[in-house]
């Protein structure tokens, strides 16, 4: 995954597969909370299962990339929504 960080703050639970986030492996049941604007990558397709988790946020957020030049921040409602359309 690319290196990046949320304005806000999150949750984010683990339902099946696995995950790693630094040098942990989350699995599932695992739940991690990760405060806004702190910079990390995911690092998914760890096992043969995928990957299916929850991510709970208490408001909008703005998503910030820092490995793909110098473009701005993405309000994250409107990159799942472009998304969900591609």
């Known amino acids: 995954g690319s290196l990046h960080s949320h304005s806000a703050d999150e949750i984010i639970f683990i339902l ?18 990760i405060a806004g604007d702190t910079r990390y990558r995911v690092g ?6 995928g990957l299916s988790f929850l ?8 998503v910030s ?3 793909q030049g110098n473009k701005e921040p993405i309000d994250e409602r409107e990159l799942w929504r472009v998304a969900a359309v591609l």
């Not at 099946?16 to 909370?33: F, K």
């Open 55 to 62: 991510n709970f946020r208490t408001h909008g957020s703005v």
């Open 65 to 67: 990339m820092f490995e």
């Open 16 to 33: 099946d597969g696995e995950m790693l986030m630094g040098n942990r492996r989350l699995t599932p049941g695992t739940a991690m909370a």
């Open 44 to 49: 998914v397709g760890v096992s043969e299962a």
